[in-house]
């Protein structure tokens, strides 16, 4: 009968890779990072480590993700993050849901805001040419438009999109750290740091690698001796695996288009 005994040991590692979005084409898709973390349920991990190499993503997937890890923890199972290259902004995001938070002392991660990007080529389209006509339901649908410039109402309008969504952000941060929101607000500001500076500032636990997050896992859930440790593979569709090479070409662009001006946290398709 031992052999069929179900290990009571098992920690599962889930990988959060590249920008987090709700779309599949992503390494980080939200649905692909939610099935991880069932999967990690249904083989009766005692804990889950989240490998995090992510310069941010889009709000709602972040958000849907935390709580998806917020809901392992419901049932029992202990959650450490692992932050690797990069954990910034939407990456910190996800790795707040998480009991502790390891990272290494070179790990870039902060950058804790909110970034809507849009580009005026109104003169350009004027050089070439070109004259947009447009047909809209109310003065503001188009405000993102790259052929007009912002109006003050929309400058003050996205502001305070921009200035809620970092207020949650912050709140989210200050609840998982136990500190006052005022004081998280202080580094709140789009800036990067090392891993060794987030332990000073207290945005994480202790530093160290993969392997000592995993045995910090083990222990908060109780596990004596050796973890077993398995690695949760998120599950690739027929398109997928047909273009997954020209995907990673793709992602990677878009991850260093990121990285230029430092990993924020993205709203979708701005």
């Given at each position: 009968?031992?052999?069929?005994?179900?290990?009571?040991?098992?920690?599962?590692?889930?990988?959060?890779?590249?920008?987090?979005?709700?779309?599949?084409?992503?390494?980080?898709g939200r649905a692909k990072v939610l099935s991880?973390?069932?999967?990690?349920?249904?083989?009766?991990?005692?804990?889950?480590?989240?490998?995090?190499?992510?310069?941010?993503?889009?709000?709602?997937?972040?958000?849907?993700?935390?709580?998806?890890?917020?809901?392992?923890?419901?049932?029992?199972?202990?959650?450490?993050?692992?932050?690797?290259?990069?954990?910034?902004?939407?990456?910190?995001?996800?790795?707040?849901?998480?009991?502790?938070?390891?990272?290494?002392?070179?790990?870039?991660?902060?950058?804790?805001?909110?970034?809507?990007?849009?580009?005026?080529?109104?003169?350009?389209?004027?050089?070439?040419?070109?004259?947009?006509?447009?047909?809209?339901?109310?003065?503001?649908?188009?405000?993102?438009?790259?052929?007009?410039?912002?109006?003050?109402?929309?400058?003050?309008?996205?502001?305070?999109?921009?200035?809620?969504?970092?207020?949650?952000?912050?709140?989210?941060?200050?609840?998982?750290?136990?500190?006052?929101?005022?004081?998280?607000?202080?580094?709140?500001?789009?800036?990067?740091?090392?891993?060794?500076?987030?332990?000073?500032?207290?945005?994480?636990?202790?530093?160290?690698?993969?392997?000592?997050?995993?045995?910090?896992?083990?222990?908060?859930?109780?596990?004596?001796?050796?973890?077993?440790?398995?690695?949760?593979?998120?599950?690739?569709?027929?398109?997928?695996?047909?273009?997954?090479?020209?995907?990673?070409?793709?992602?990677?662009?878009?991850?260093?288009?990121?990285?230029?001006?430092?990993?924020?946290?993205?709203?979708?398709?701005?």
């Amino acid at each position: 009968m031992r052999l069929f005994r179900k290990p009571r040991n098992r920690v599962a590692v889930v990988m959060i890779e590249g920008i987090i979005a709700d779309s599949d084409g992503f390494s980080a898709g939200r649905a692909k990072v939610l099935s991880a973390l069932k999967e990690a349920e249904r083989r009766q991990s005692r804990a889950v480590v989240l490998r995090v190499n992510s310069p941010g993503g889009s709000v709602a997937a972040c958000q849907e993700i935390f709580a998806g890890v917020s809901r392992l923890k419901e049932k029992g199972i202990a959650v450490v993050a692992s932050m690797g290259d990069v954990a910034a902004s939407g990456g910190v995001y996800v790795s707040m849901a998480a009991d502790e938070v390891f990272a290494n002392p070179g790990t870039v991660t902060g950058s804790i805001g909110v970034i809507i990007r849009s580009s005026d080529l109104s003169h350009l389209y004027g050089k070439v040419g070109v004259s947009p006509k447009v047909i809209k339901s109310g003065p503001h649908k188009d405000m993102l438009a790259t052929y007009r410039s912002f109006s003050k109402d929309e400058e003050e309008l996205l502001q305070n999109v921009i200035d809620d969504t970092h207020s949650q952000f912050v709140d989210a941060v200050a609840s998982s750290r136990k500190k006052p929101a005022t004081e998280i607000s202080s580094i709140a500001d789009g800036r990067i740091m090392t891993g060794r500076q987030a332990l000073e500032l207290g945005l994480i636990d202790a530093l160290g690698d993969l392997d000592s997050a995993v045995n910090r896992a083990a222990s908060l859930a109780g596990i004596t001796g050796k973890p077993q440790v398995v690695l949760i593979q998120q599950r690739k569709g027929l398109m997928q695996r047909i273009l997954g090479p020209f995907r990673g070409y793709g992602q990677r662009a878009a991850v260093g288009g990121g990285l230029s001006g430092i990993p924020l946290w993205l709203l979708p398709t701005f």
